[in-house]
């Protein structure tokens, strides 16, 4: 991944004055020894912060060590003052942690009240208008609080990656498409510049790349990626072009920020004026951590970048599309085992799902465009969608949408991608989420959300869901179990 942020952390401990400091020094020190163990690169302090000048010198040991997410260990009941200002000051994000007591044989000198420490740091932090991740149960060993600095680098590179992102989109959304159009006041908010252009910018940057001397490379490239899936082998050219068009805008067009995705337009005009459907170059781009995401869907390539922080892996935007046929159900009744009818749905988009998601991923036309706009003759301005079965595993879906008030809400559901044929066309998968059925009417439907959803290939609900916490997302929605009513959920059905 080339347009993700590298997460530097550092730990510094923290010591109330009237507690031994060696006791914070020490416990620190064996969290730091169980994160090289496992593979965890972070760096030390060696200032313990007691005081406010105690402060200055571990941000300084912070800045030259690069250090850009900051984990505060209560070692002992730890100063409320100081090492909330230690946070504020340090400016990125933070996680505030403490330690559990080791031995019942040493309660009278080796108890350090760190239990106690964070409910004052808490309240601290609340004064300074401060809002740093602090895990679930934010007490532990060394070995529980390496597992919550493993989470915190995830949830930090979403963090991180968010204040120097900006997105660049062309074209307004397609007709009927206005759920795809949301405000981009919520974008400021979060620290997300935003450069929307017209079709015109990018249909003229494309015409300046025609005879574009890198353009042969680009294509050996693709057949080399396509193998024998390159069914159309004469769009490929065409699509090089493309790709290099919108390279060069990225890296022209960076500014002050460091990581680009776009919001595109990519019918029902892109394929008369461009020749081609640009679904295949989406899904590269997506493979190399830059989203596009189709229909200008703004909000879209936001969610697929957040996706890709909190994973360090390609996202895809899918359609929530069809339901799953009755027979389907029946006849795989093995595979679906735990999920009832209404907990699935297929997930589908025309083309632009990485290649490793796909089963055997191919070159091929955009069916739904082909029938509208060139019907009865073989594609050829319809072509350049790369298609295939979603491989089954792990799933997380996810948005986060910008709402017509300027309010920003998501969701969060971990489910599955089934191994069963979808019998149909695009990047396609059958996806199976608990209680999907309620979900859908009461998350979806009844909050609004528009069709497309972010997928993450492997369950990452839990960073997502602190990574939102931190960004102050108030409306954070989830699969419900069924134990649980929704807002307005019918309890008499």
Not at 59 to 79: I, S, T
Not at 214 to 241: D, F, S, Y
Not at 402 to 415: F, M
Request: aromatic share 10%.
């Amino acid at each position: 991944m080339t347009n993700i942020p590298q997460v530097k952390l550092g730990i510094t401990a923290v010591s109330r004055d009237c507690f031994p400091v060696q006791l914070s020094e020490k416990r620190k020190k064996e969290v730091v020894r169980v994160c090289i163990e496992r593979g965890i690169d972070i760096f030390e302090t060696q200032t313990v912060v007691e005081s406010e000048r105690d402060v200055l010198k571990a941000l300084d040991e912070l800045k030259n060590a690069g250090v850009n997410a900051m984990v505060v260990y209560l070692g002992n009941f730890g100063p409320e003052g100081p090492e909330t200002i230690l946070a504020q000051k340090f400016g990125g994000p933070t996680m505030f942690v403490a330690a559990a007591e080791e031995t019942q044989n040493d309660l009278m000198g080796g108890r350090g009240d760190a239990y106690c420490g964070m409910l004052n740091a808490s309240y601290n932090l609340n004064l300074r208008k401060l809002n740093p991740y602090i895990p679930p149960y934010p007490v532990g060993t060394p070995d529980e609080v390496a597992d919550f600095i493993d989470d915190f680098k995830y949830i930090a590179r979403v963090i991180l990656g968010l204040s120097k992102l900006k997105i660049i989109s062309f074209g307004p959304r397609p007709q009927d498409f206005l759920a795809c159009n949301a405000p981009i006041k919520p974008l400021y908010d979060l620290g997300v510049e935003i450069m929307e252009n017209s079709e015109l910018d990018l249909f003229e940057a494309f015409n300046n790349h025609k005879d574009d001397p890198r353009i042969p490379t680009v294509v050996k490239e693709m057949e080399q990626e396509l193998g024998q899936g390159n069914e159309h082998p004469g769009i490929l050219p065409k699509l090089a072009q493309y790709e290099l068009t919108l390279k060069d805008w990225m890296e022209q067009n960076m500014g002050a920020s460091e990581y680009v995705v776009f919001a595109n337009k990519c019918w029902p005009a892109f394929q008369t004026q461009f020749g081609f459907v640009p679904c295949y170059v989406n899904s590269r781009f997506a493979s190399k951590g830059i989203p596009i995401s189709c229909e200008v869907d703004i909000y879209g390539a936001l969610t697929e970048y957040i996706i890709t922080c909190a994973t360090g892996m390609p996202a895809t935007l899918l359609d929530i599309n069809n339901t799953v046929p009755k027979d389907m159900y029946d006849d795989n009744m093995e595979k679906f085992e735990g999920y009832s009818h209404d907990d699935l749905f297929m997930g589908f988009h025309c083309g632009n799902t990485p290649k490793c998601y796909l089963k055997k991923g191919a070159m091929k036309y955009q069916l739904i465009m082909h029938r509208m706009l060139e019907p009865d003759k073989e594609p050829d301005i319809t072509r350049g969608t790369l298609e295939g079965t979603i491989k089954p595993g792990e799933v997380t879906l996810f948005r986060l949408q910008g709402t017509a008030d300027c309010n920003l809400k998501c969701y969060i559901a971990q489910g599955m991608v089934i191994d069963v044929d979808p019998r149909s066309f695009g990047g396609i998968g059958v996806f199976a989420v608990k209680e999907m059925a309620r979900f859908y009417r009461y998350v979806l439907i009844a909050k609004r959300f528009p069709h497309h959803t972010g997928v993450a290939f492997k369950h990452v609900g839990k960073i997502l869901f602190a990574a939102m916490d931190m960004l102050g997302i108030g409306d954070i929605s989830f699969n419900q179990p069924a134990s649980m009513l929704y807002p307005k959920e019918n309890p008499f059905k």
